[in-house]
């Protein structure tokens, strides 16, 4: 139980091109989803954390405009690098987790997106 | 404010021999404690969880987890380690402000034949 897809695993554009990437939560209702990126050999940086049906709350440093996140339903989550440029790519990984709010509940992971802009 | 620390970007282990990996943590809050695996270009799975029952977590393939109050850590081990368990290690903590994760900064495991 508790699995997340993410797709595309992998993706390769050139700059100035938006890219969306899909969470979705396929045996459990995620009422929070969370994204992070990962730089090579580095921990995750969370970038944002999102409810079904409101806005997500970004982290500090971290452009709304540029990273724009919608949750429109309790499966299903995504992520679109507007305009990217090279310094975008990166390793991107989200993750739900049911019962939001509840400190204790695990976040399930998915596989994560590779964003390579050239 | 959370904050994670694990002692060690890298640790190399004979096949069979114990898998000791450091982790302590900053909370202001009473902390939920996660670790996590993650393998080569993929996400993390869950290894184990500490939720204020008992100090001592058993999780998947063998891992285990210990949570010290007094010394604010949260070591994970396994006594015998497997060339499959070559990968990333993630600890993270968690507390009050819903269950939004601070994470460590990893550590590698390497197994030796």
């Known amino acids: 139980g508790a699995v997340v897809s993410q797709h595309p695993s992998r993706v390769i554009c050139k700059s100035g091109t938006s890219v969306k990437i899909e969470c979705r939560s396929l045996?459990?209702?995620?009422?929070?989803m969370f994204w992070y990126r990962q730089f090579p050999k580095q921990s995750l940086m969370l970038m944002a954390t999102?409810?079904?049906?409101?806005?997500?709350?970004?982290e500090q440093g971290v452009e709304k405009d540029k990273f724009l996140i919608n949750h429109a339903s309790l499966t299903l989550s995504t992520l679109t690098v507007t305009s990217a440029h090279p310094e975008d790519s990166s390793f991107y990984i989200c993750?739900?987790?049911?019962?939001?709010?509840?400190?204790?509940?695990?976040?399930?992971f998915g596989d994560g997106t590779r964003l390579s802009i050239l | 404010a959370q904050s994670v620390t694990q002692l060690g970007s890298h640790v190399s282990v004979s096949e069979g021999a114990l898998v000791l990996l450091r982790c302590n943590y900053s909370?202001?809050?009473?902390?939920?404690l996660f670790w996590y695996v993650q393998y080569p270009n993929q996400g993390l799975q869950l290894l184990l969880k500490?939720?204020?029952?008992?100090?001592l977590v058993k999780g998947i393939n063998g891992f285990e987890a210990e949570f010290k109050k007094s010394e604010t850590s949260f070591h994970l081990t396994k006594p015998s380690a497997h060339m499959s368990d070559a990968a990333e290690y993630f600890c993270?903590?968690?507390?009050?402000?819903?269950?939004?994760?601070?994470f460590g900064g990893g550590t590698r495991v390497l197994v030796k034949p």
């Open positions: 993270a903590v968690s507390g009050a402000a819903g269950n939004k994760l601070t």
């Open positions: 500490y939720t204020s029952a008992a100090t």
């Open positions: 999102s409810n079904e049906g409101s806005k997500a709350t970004y």
């Open positions: 993750s739900a987790s049911s019962e939001g709010g509840g400190s204790n509940q695990p976040q399930h």
């Open positions: 909370s202001s809050v009473p902390p939920y």
């Open positions: 045996d459990f209702q995620a009422t929070t």
